[in-house]
C-alpha cells in the first residue's frame, strides 16, 4: 500500500488540461449509473455550477441520475440559524429543476438531495425537515452532519466544528429520531478513529438507514503519515463490524481527497490512468463491499472535490475495473440499484 508523510492539502486545485490530456474512453458504456454522491457550490475561485456538473456527466458514462449532498452552499443570509439551511435546499432545487427541463442532457441532476440541519436543536429538528421537504419540491432525502474530530492539531483543518462525540450527544440523537417517521436517511461521515460511535447510533436507530461516506475516512495522513497498513486493519476491523447492521450501507468513494486518504496521484506530472486508481483503491473497496455486500455499497463520485485527483470518466473507469470480479447483479447494484432504493429515485 502506498504512503505518504507529506502534510495534508485541503483540496486538491481543478486543473482541466492535465486532466484532459489522459481522460480515457469509458468502460461499459451502457451500464447505468446513479452518482449518488456531489457538491454544487460558488466559491472564490473554486465554481462547480450546474453546467460544471454536467460537462462531467457528459464524458461518455450512462449517468442516469445524481443525488446533491450538502456542503453548507447558499445559505440564508438572514432568519434563525437553524433554519437557514433551507437556502441551500431551496437552491439546489432550482438546479433539479433545470435539469428536469432536458435542456441538459437525459441525466436527472440533483433527484435526490441531502440537506443539513444540525439535529442538536432536539425535538425542534421535526418541524425544520418537514421546511425541508417543502422547499425540494419532493426531493428531499434526509441529512448529512459531518462529525469529523481529532484531537491532533494538524487535523483541525479537515474537522466538522461540531466537536467530539456528535453522534452520541444526547440532544443530537433527540433530533436524530425525526428521520424515520418522516422516512429519511442520514449520511454520516466521519473518520476511522470515530467509528465506534457509528456503531453506537445504529444499533440505537434501527430502523433509520444510515449510509457512511467516504468509506468511514481511513485517515493517512497527520499522526497517521506513514502507517496506513496499522490504519488499514483497524479500519477493516471497523468495516466487519459495521456490515452487520442491516441499516447500515456505505459509499465506494472519497479516496481522491489527498488531504484525509494520503494518495499522491494528484501530484504526479500526469493524471492518473484507471488502471493506477483501481490498483491503489481496489484493497479499501473490496474490503467495504465484502463487509457491507453489493446490495448496501454504492460507488460515488465526490465531485468536485475528487476532481483535483482524476477525471470523471477516469474515476468511473476505475470503479469499473475494481468490479471486473462481481457478476452482473453485483455489478447493476453497486452502480445503480442500491442508491435507486435508498434515495427512491425515479
Request: hydrophobic share 35%; charged share 20%; proline share 6%.
Amino acid at each position: 500500500m502506498q504512503s505518504t508523510s507529506a502534510a495534508p492539502q485541503r483540496h486538491l486545485p481543478i486543473r482541466k488540461e492535465w486532466l484532459a490530456a489522459t481522460q480515457e474512453k469509458p468502460l461499459e458504456p451502457d451500464r447505468p449509473i446513479i452518482d449518488p454522491h456531489h457538491h454544487l457550490w460558488d466559491r472564490p475561485g473554486n465554481r462547480y455550477l450546474l453546467h460544471d456538473l454536467i460537462e462531467d456527466l457528459s464524458s461518455g458514462h450512462n449517468i442516469r441520475a445524481t443525488v446533491f449532498l450538502e456542503c453548507r452552499e447558499m445559505y440564508r443570509a438572514e432568519g434563525p440559524p437553524e433554519t437557514r439551511s433551507l437556502g441551500e435546499t431551496t437552491f439546489v432545487a432550482g438546479v433539479a429543476a433545470m435539469s428536469e427541463s432536458g435542456k441538459y442532457g437525459p441525466t436527472k441532476a440533483c433527484a435526490g438531495i441531502i440537506g443539513n440541519v444540525d439535529f442538536r436543536v432536539g425535538s425542534r429538528a421535526k418541524g425544520i425537515l418537514e421546511q425541508h421537504i417543502i422547499a425540494s419540491g419532493g426531493r428531499f432525502r434526509g441529512i448529512r452532519n459531518g462529525a469529523t474530530w481529532h484531537s491532533d492539531p494538524s487535523l483541525r483543518v479537515f474537522t466538522s466544528g461540531s466537536g467530539e462525540g456528535l453522534y452520541v450527544d444526547r440532544s443530537f440523537r433527540e433530533g436524530f429520531a425525526a428521520l424515520a417517521p418522516l422516512n429519511l436517511t442520514f449520511e454520516a461521515w466521519m473518520f476511522h478513529s470515530q467509528l465506534g460511535d457509528l456503531v453506537s447510533l445504529a444499533g440505537a436507530f434501527p430502523e433509520t438507514k444510515i449510509v457512511l461516506n467516504h468509506i468511514g475516512g481511513a485517515l493517512a495522513v497527520g499522526p497517521y503519515a506513514d502507517k496506513r497498513e496499522e490504519v488499514f486493519a483497524e479500519w477493516r476491523t471497523q468495516m466487519m463490524k459495521l456490515g452487520q447492521f442491516p441499516n447500515l450501507y456505505i459509499k465506494l468513494g472519497g479516496l481522491g481527497m489527498p488531504s484525509l486518504m494520503g494518495f499522491e496521484m494528484g501530484q504526479q506530472d500526469s493524471a492518473p490512468s484507471s488502471e493506477q486508481l483501481a490498483k491503489a483503491w481496489a484493497p479499501y473497496l473490496n474490503t467495504c463491499i465484502e463487509a457491507f455486500g453489493p446490495d448496501r455499497s454504492m460507488f460515488e463520485s465526490n465531485f468536485p472535490v475528487d476532481k483535483g485527483m482524476c477525471s470523471y470518466s477516469n474515476l468511473w473507469n476505475a470503479f469499473k475495473r475494481v468490479s471486473e470480479g462481481y457478476s452482473n447483479d453485483e455489478k447493476n447494484a453497486m452502480f445503480h440499484n442500491t442508491a435507486l432504493k435508498f434515495y427512491r429515485l425515479y
